[in-house]
């Protein structure tokens, strides 16, 4: 059974930093792709990140400059290294992973997420 569990989240000022982490098990991930999701609420599931098994990296324009997405394919493992925190960042974030992506940043190519821990981010 595939679980994916996440850590890291929490409250932070803005302009400070998080780093979040997603643990696989079940199986190994070294030739999938991740992704980093976000939900605000009110708002539909946005793409944040993703890093493809080449260790190509995409970022969205809201996430470019600021977050940093690595993978760890020893751990099976992936981050979110996230910098520079505004309160519009506040959201569930979720990693996902999946094999046979051709677009990372849709969410419904995805085969497998994490329960999403949540960030906020005070004024």
């Known amino acids: 059974q595939v679980q994916l569990v996440e850590s890291g989240g929490g409250l932070v000022q803005t302009g400070g930093s998080l780093r979040l982490s997603c643990a696989a098990s079940?199986?190994?991930?070294?030739?999938?792709?991740w992704g980093w999701f976000r939900q605000a609420p009110g708002k539909e599931r946005e793409f944040v990140a993703s890093?493809?098994?080449?260790?190509?990296?995409y970022y969205a324009d809201s996430a470019k400059g600021r977050f940093t997405i690595s993978r760890d394919n020893a751990k099976n493992m992936v981050y979110l290294q996230m910098n520079s925190l505004k309160p519009e960042d506040t959201a569930v974030y979720y990693c996902a992973v999946g094999r046979l992506i051709i677009s990372s940043s849709r969410s419904n190519e995805y085969d497998y997420w994490g329960q999403g821990p949540q960030v906020t981010v005070s004024s």
């Open positions: 890093i493809r098994s080449s260790g190509t990296e």
């Open positions: 079940g199986r190994t991930f070294s030739s999938h792709v």
